[in-house]
C-alpha cells in the first residue's frame, strides 16, 4: 500500500508564502488522484486542491489564486506552494491519494480517499 508523509510545515506571518512536500513511498503515484485536505480542531477535513493523473488541478474557492498543487513524478512527491497566507489558512493539512479518478465535486470529499500521512501544521500569525 502506499504511504505519505507530509513536511514543510511551521509559523509564518500573514502575507507570506510557505511549500509543503507529500512524498509516497511504497507505490508510484502515477496512478493515483492525489489531494491536499486541511483540518482545524472541532472541524471536518476540508479539501484545498487535487491533481489528476494527466495533471489537471482543482482548487477550493477559498485559496484560489492563492495556492498553487503541482507533482513531481521522478521524486514521488506532491507540493502545495501557499501565497498571501492569512490566519484563517491555520490548519493542520493532509496529504491523501487515492486510485480512482476524482470530479469537479467528489475531489474535495475527504472520504473518498483511502490513503493519507500523517498532517503538518500551519500556523499564520496576523
Known amino acids: 500500500a502506499i504511504q505519505l508523509v507530509e513536511s514543510g510545515g511551521g509559523s509564518v506571518q500573514a502575507g507570506g508564502p510557505l511549500r509543503l512536500s507529500c512524498v509516497a513511498s511504497g507505490s508510484s503515484f502515477h496512478v493515483y488522484h492525489m489531494g491536499w485536505f486541511r483540518q482545524v480542531p472541532g472541524n471536518g477535513r476540508e479539501g484545498v486542491a487535487s491533481?489528476?493523473?494527466?495533471?489537471?488541478?482543482t482548487y477550493a474557492d477559498s485559496v484560489k489564486g492563492r495556492f498553487t498543487i503541482s507533482k513531481d513524478n521522478a521524486k514521488n512527491t506532491l507540493y502545495l506552494e501557499m501565497n498571501s497566507l492569512k490566519p484563517e489558512d491555520t490548519a493542520i493539512y493532509y496529504c491523501?491519494?487515492?486510485?480512482?479518478?476524482?470530479?469537479?465535486?467528489?475531489?474535495?470529499?475527504?472520504?473518498?480517499?483511502?490513503?493519507w500521512g500523517q498532517g503538518t501544521q500551519v500556523t499564520v500569525s496576523s
Open positions: 491523501a491519494a487515492d486510485p480512482f479518478p476524482k470530479g469537479p465535486t467528489s475531489w474535495a470529499v475527504s472520504e473518498n480517499y483511502r490513503n
Open positions: 491533481i489528476s493523473v494527466r495533471g489537471a488541478t
